[in-house]
């Protein structure tokens, strides 16, 4: 069930997630959080909060409690103002360290330990945590928890040297780091006084999204440090969020968001409990954590392992992360290729790292065909769906579409006609979308999808009569599918650098216009230029493709963008070397953003060395025999002599580095 404000949450999540070690989020978190420690020792009691401290105030400054000033000084200290003039009261009174060893006695740190809760908070990637809280529940927290290390800031001194994440006390820190900021005058020279705090403060709500938990619409650090954010930044304050149970009603939400604050209020789905109001306020942070928690991306570096969790029966139809039409396959069908979540998971490598492709690489052939029988007698969309996941995984693994396999692809493709407008005289049945729940957008991305790879598998086979007429059909059906429409210019132009027709090749690169595409397609319509020859308008367009990558790239983790940079920067590399001569030599303006690329495992050289390898093994011998108990050797004896370095492919590869090792040399190396 959402609740009113849930779409702030998502805000501040994805930018809560935006990095890798920490993202573009910071907290300030105030002393209602603090209601969660857990007691130390027996008869503890509760963790004192703001009006305790108050309270505690008046009983040291008013010994009759039946008086008139005890009774309003009681009343004082339930107001903002009253409280912090109450604390200037005892302050002179008492003086201002007896006011400090009150605040110590009254909270008494070492009698609480930091909560799960606490812990939870810290693990979330901050980029920085800020507290107004005295006592050392966070730093504590902090101490236990593994994949973040956060440095400590308690003066200003250590502002300069305490590595970020930090974790900022703002108003002193327990037991020594003194004055506990509390009374009215305190708060009114703090921006003087403490002007590094409050820089810092600013600059962090300036550059991320800032939120606050643990404090009330009244609290007094609330209004005091949105208020300095409001008269410090005039109209270029940033929006703040503010958290909890916060029991608005329309004239308080309205009066927050004119001082330049978004509530966050989770009063509605947590109503009021009376007898254990702790209850609600430990179940309210509880969701908040979760609701972050659930929403932490997968390490794309340990694709598919952290991506296995929904290997269910059902297989989603519409292409997309919002997909909702859904056909179920039973068990026994779909063994092994129910891959949907892992698919649509995919961090995005031009050329997945060996080691995963290793890892994920299909069954052998002979399996293969037992899971093709077991999807013979299902109907048509079911096993559209399951060889469109199949045949991701073999492009995935660079592997060509087997034989048996596109005969079931051809099979499936004439049974189906989800574009009945166009494909008039197809013979078979026209989509009837009421008897299926997949919908009609969905089966034509997989139709399309399977109809781009069947025409790879024409190409590779060499079938050109077979090729262009496919290729003439999917003209018109890939004019609204950019994607499918830039695949199908790729592979007329491999087609005719198959053929070895430079004057075809030329005329498919004259009518094909990678612009307004995913800048890979630049990449390849590049390689394809420099099999041409034509150096400069390859390096011309290898150029565009990596500024536009550059630009559209989203953030350091951004492994789709950081691998088709790896593999442009080789394509340029490879260019500049000189025309048509390849060696390993790198361009020094490149070498050091390879390195960083390393991190993601998306530096081309990798890839590129693994291949070298594999084409330097002898290559295997003919088949002594007419038998085809492996398949794999089919056609062994007509493409034995690409087995080479010399070869078109092996320089087209070189040039191109960004689709996959063609199928003639797939079949001679593995």
Request: glycine share 4%.
């Amino acid at each position: 069930m959402q609740f009113q404000d849930e779409i702030h949450l998502s805000v501040i999540s994805n930018a809560l997630w935006e990095g890798k070690d920490s993202g573009r989020a910071a907290v300030l978190i105030g002393a209602g959080f603090s209601r969660n420690a857990e007691s130390s020792r027996i008869n503890a009691g509760k963790f004192p909060l703001w009006g305790d401290i108050a309270n505690s105030i008046v009983n040291h400054l008013y010994s009759d409690v039946d008086s008139f000033e005890f009774k309003n000084a009681l009343q004082q200290a339930g107001s903002t103002s009253g409280a912090l003039r109450l604390a200037d009261e005892f302050i002179a009174a008492h003086g201002r360290s007896k006011l400090d060893d009150l605040i110590i006695q009254t909270i008494r740190d070492e009698d609480f330990r930091p909560g799960e809760i606490h812990r939870r908070m810290m693990e979330l990637p901050w980029r920085d945590v800020f507290t107004t809280n005295y006592d050392t529940l966070l730093e504590r927290a902090a101490d236990n928890v593994f994949r973040r290390k956060y440095g400590l800031i308690t003066n200003i001194a250590e502002i300069s040297s305490a590595r970020s994440p930090r974790i900022v006390k703002l108003h002193g820190s327990m037991p020594s780091q003194r004055p506990f900021i509390l009374s009215e005058e305190d708060f009114r020279t703090y921006p003087r006084k403490f002007a590094p705090f409050v820089n810092l403060m600013q600059q962090s709500m300036m550059e991320n999204i800032f939120c606050l938990f643990g404090f009330s619409g009244d609290d007094p650090n609330f209004l005091e440090w949105s208020g300095w954010v409001r008269d410090e930044l005039a109209e270029w304050a940033p929006r703040l969020y503010l958290c909890g149970l916060l029991d608005l009603n329309d004239a308080k939400r309205r009066m927050l968001h004119e001082r330049n604050v978004t509530p966050i209020d989770l009063s509605m789905r947590f109503p009021r409990n009376e007898n254990n109001p702790d209850v609600r306020h430990r179940l309210a942070i509880e969701y908040f954590l979760k609701f972050f928690e659930d929403r932490a991306p997968l390490n794309p570096l340990r694709w598919p392992k952290d991506n296995t969790k929904s290997a269910s029966l059902m297989l989603v139809g519409t292409p997309g992360p919002n997909e909702k039409d859904s056909v179920e396959v039973s068990a026994a069908a779909i063994p092994y290729f129910d891959q949907e979540s892992i698919k649509r998971s995919y961090p995005g490598w031009i050329i997945a790292p060996a080691s995963i492709r290793e890892s994920f690489s299909p069954s052998p052939l002979s399996v293969h065909l037992e899971e093709l029988k077991k999807i013979a007698d299902h109907d048509a969309y079911t096993r559209l769906v399951v060889l469109d996941n199949f045949n991701w995984s073999l492009e995935l693994c660079l592997e060509p579409l087997w034989d048996p396999v596109a005969i079931e692809v051809h099979r499936v493709l004439r049974q189906l006609n989800p574009f009945p407008t166009i494909l008039k005289d197809w013979p078979e049945e026209v989509v009837n979308k009421s008897k299926e729940t997949l919908s009609l957008e969905s089966i034509q991305h997989r139709w399309l999808t399977l109809a781009v790879a069947y025409l790879r598998y024409l190409r590779e086979e060499r079938r050109f009569v077979e090729f262009d007429e496919w290729s003439k059909r999917l003209d018109e059906l890939t004019l609204d599918s950019p994607q499918h429409h830039q695949r199908l210019c790729y592979e007329r132009g491999l087609r005719a650098l198959d053929d070895a027709d430079d004057s075809q090749l030329e005329s498919a690169l004259i009518s094909w216009t990678p612009h307004d595409s995913d800048p890979v397609w630049a990449l390849r319509k590049a390689g394809l230029q420099a099999e041409l020859g034509n150096v400069d308008e390859a390096n011309k367009l290898a150029s565009q493709a990596l500024v536009a990558l550059r630009r559209s790239s989203k953030g350091k983790r951004d492994i789709a963008s950081n691998s088709r940079e790896g593999w442009c920067m080789k394509l340029l590399n490879s260019l500049r070397q000189s025309k048509f001569e390849f060696d390993d030599k790198t361009d020094s303006s490149f070498r050091d953003r390879w390195e960083e690329l390393d991190e993601f495992r998306c530096n081309p050289w990798i890839e590129w060395s693994g291949f070298n390898t594999t084409l330097e093994r002898p290559p295997p011998e003919l088949p002594t025999s007419k038998s085809k108990s492996d398949l794999n050797l089919r056609h062994l004896g007509q493409h034995i002599s690409l087995h080479t370095k010399s070869s078109p492919f092996y320089r087209h590869f070189n040039f191109i580095g960004s689709w996959r090792m063609p199928a003639y040399q797939h079949r001679l190396v593995t």
